[in-house]
């Protein structure tokens, strides 16, 4: 079954430490990759895509994500987390035509 | 260029009632869908517009509809509320249809009571 798996359900991490949030994917065909953050009460902002190409997108807000085909990964990474990134981190996957397909979804927690 | 625009933010309706919900999309896209954002099942699609035709539905009872008009503006009704209804419902917009890139706006929080 197509699916779309955020291991992590909370990450706590201090300011200014490395981040990385996993996600894995099941899908036959190689979809398309996306990354949202979610703050509280607000709707989904996109941090950065994959399509096809570089294995590597930058994103916005320092973010970017490494394409693994062989491990079906697209996991984000920051190098220095800042206090507002402090929000939901929504991986989501679609494929030919169809909806995007989301993760469940981490919840990071910034410590100072 | 003014982003996704829902309305209203918030709505609180009594069971068995009905709702429809407004999203204006970024001018120039011409595809709209809407999504059901729950603390239990996250992130669920309802149903994709595009030019006016529903293109994409997901796996939700009938008492989801949606509508999409000519400037692209999409509306969303769920009728016969039940409890289990109460949820942020998303709307996103994108260019063309398919998985191009989504923008999505802020949401209306719907309250069943």
């Known amino acids: 079954a197509q699916s779309v798996t955020q291991p992590d359900i909370h990450i706590t991490v201090s300011e200014g430490a490395s981040l990385e949030l996993r996600c894995n994917y099941s899908y036959g065909a190689t979809p398309y990759l996306f990354w949202y953050v979610q703050s509280p009460g607000q709707g989904l902002q996109l941090l950065l895509k994959?399509?096809?190409?570089?294995?590597l997108v930058q994103g916005i807000k320092g973010f970017e994500a490494e394409f693994k085909r062989s491990q079906s990964s697209f996991n984000l990474r920051k190098p220095s987390v800042h206090w507002s990134d402090a929000a939901e981190y929504f991986c989501?996957?679609?494929?030919?035509?169809?909806?995007?397909?989301f993760g469940k979804g981490t919840s990071l927690l910034v410590t100072p | 260029k003014a982003g996704v625009t829902q309305t209203p933010r918030y709505l609180i309706k009594t069971r068995g009632q009905q709702v429809t919900l407004s999203c204006s999309p970024i001018?120039?896209?011409?595809?709209v869908s809407w999504y059901q954002q729950t603390p239990g099942q996250g992130l669920q699609f309802l149903f994709e517009?595009?030019?006016?035709?529903?293109?994409n539905k997901g796996n939700f009872p009938g008492r989801f509809s949606g509508r999409q008009f000519s400037n692209s503006r999409s509306e969303m009704n769920v009728s016969t509320l039940e409890l289990g209804d109460s949820a942020l419902y998303l709307c996103?917009?994108?260019?063309?249809?398919?998985?191009?890139?989504?923008?999505f706006g802020q949401g209306t929080r719907l309250t069943v009571v």
């Open positions: 517009y595009f030019s006016e035709t529903q293109r």
């Open positions: 996103a917009s994108s260019l063309a249809s398919g998985n191009t890139e989504a923008f």
């Open positions: 989501a996957v679609g494929v030919g035509g169809y909806a995007l397909n």
């Open positions: 001018s120039g896209h011409r595809s």
């Open positions: 994959y399509f096809s190409g570089d294995t």
